[in-house]
């Protein structure tokens, strides 16, 4: 492997590990916040994906980074409030509900653009390489680590400065105590929910132009993501972002060195990780 | 009247808990709720609260009017809202989140848009809070978390204060500096209902008292007149 392949593997892995955060971002937002798992996130992602097909074929893509995640969130406030009465009842219930509404999604997309699997053409600005250090890398896998990079430290700051996302990490131990405090619960569990879902959204965009998607992949590709998940801990928000990257980079240099066993890795990588760690290996042992 | 309970029962499933509450709490006044372990103060403490929630089979009956609004049927969050602010038995400290954080999270302004408990003030009135504003609300000893628990209830400004066995598992030294805590609350003008085990501490922070028994109101009285025949019949003491 030479040096300029070595880099441009790590880059690829990078980019898709921070593409792949924006989706268990959200997640791990509404696993924690509102323990909640929603198996219907890939459906969000994939909504966003084929919404960009449309609306960047109108407005551009650039607006589109900031219009559709906003959509997806308005339609992820609607399937919040319908999915409220299972609040606070047995969890399999809302996996349930929220894998039957990833269906009713995937369908919904199906009506709407067909079954052809898409991809859309790059901006002229995104298109081509970029010499760093005399090595030639995508331009837009660059883009995405940037606007993924960019959001990531965005959502730390909610968590970590704001009054929103204190509450967020106060919920996750006392949900009573959060509500004597004045704050209406339900009202927050909508904008965390439309706030996790938003994020998949963005993250749908910037798959668009990458890889063609089939309107089915919004049933599968959670499982795909899922061993970020794991490996980063359940309801540790901070976890995310290391494992997302660990597993991009174990995909690009295993697509190179273990191409045989690249489908199996990020499994096997969950497993030894699960067995080190349950509750994820970047979950400090005192406390998120 | 700034509080006042009439004829309250609570139910927790098929057990009733509360079995016709009737009291009333002035404006600007401390009163007592005194009573053995399990004879329903805490339980009237949540009924105030609205935390006797129909959806986990809890229900509530009677008549409750804070400020002249009836409290009844309202979510906690709206009866907090209301100005009430409610320190629960056991602190309920988020853990997660530093001794600031516990008190920013609570920051509101009064319904009167006062903002006179803001953290500078709280930190003056509690200057240890300030020594330990960077640790976690779980590395806090008992005392310094029922100092936090009260300091985030005076955060969100409020008309009056619900304190649910603030005493309990504390060092007698630690609960002389709460019953002086107390004092002065009230002397800045906060309404306080208190419920309590610890009759000395009751004597020493309140004007009035009310003895539960079996969920009932059994005996009202001020409490510097509690005659130690009442206590040792009510309370055993």
Known sequence: MTVSFFFQTLISGISNGMVSYLMIAGVSLIISGMSMVNFGQGAFYVLGTYLTYTIAAKIGFVPSLILVPILVAGIGYFVEKATRPLFGKDMLYIMLLTYGVAYMLCDIIVMFWGYSIRLLSLPAFLNGGVKIVGIKFPVYYIFEIVISGITAFAFWLMINKTKLGMLTRAIISDRPMVANLGVNVNQMFSVLFMIGIGIAGLGGVLNAPVTGMSPKEGLSIFGNVMPILCIGGLRNMDGCLPAALLVGLVNAFGAVYLPQYYNVLPAALMVICMFINPKGIFTRREGR | ?237
Not at chain 2, 55 to 77: N, Q, R, V, Y
Not at chain 2, 83 to 90: F, K
Not at chain 2, 111 to 119: A, E, F, I, T
Request: proline share 3%.
């Open chain 2, 1 to 237: 009247m700034i509080l006042e309970l009439k004829e309250v029962h609570g139910y927790y499933d098929k057990s009733h808990i509360l079995n016709g509450v009737t009291l009333s709490v002035g404006q600007g006044t401390s009163v007592c709720l005194l009573g053995r372990n399990g004879v329903g103060k805490s339980t009237t403490m949540k009924t105030i609260m609205g935390m006797l929630n129909p959806k986990e089979h809890c229900k509530t009956e009677g008549s409750m009017k804070f400020d002249g609004k009836e409290l009844a049927g309202m979510k906690s969050h709206s009866i907090a809202r209301l100005g009430i602010a409610y320190v629960p038995q056991g602190r309920h400290i988020f853990p997660t989140l530093s001794t600031e954080e516990n008190l920013k999270v609570a920051a509101r302004a009064g319904v009167d848009g006062s903002c006179k408990w803001n953290l500078e003030t709280v930190y003056t009135f509690f200057p240890r809070l300030e020594e330990r504003k960077d640790s976690k609300g779980d590395k806090l000893s008992g005392g310094e978390k029922q100092m936090l628990a009260v300091a985030r209830g005076l955060m969100q400004n409020p008309k009056m204060m619900l304190l649910d066995e603030i005493t309990e598992g504390l060092a007698p030294i630690i609960v002389d500096q709460l019953a002086s805590m107390v004092q002065n609350l009230v002397a800045e003008g906060v309404t306080i209902l208190i419920a309590e085990q610890n009759v000395k501490f009751a004597m020493k922070v309140s004007s009035d008292c009310y003895i539960l028994e079996r969920g009932a109101i059994v005996h009202h009285q001020a409490t510097k007149e509690l005659t130690a025949e009442t206590r040792k019949k009510y309370l055993g003491l």
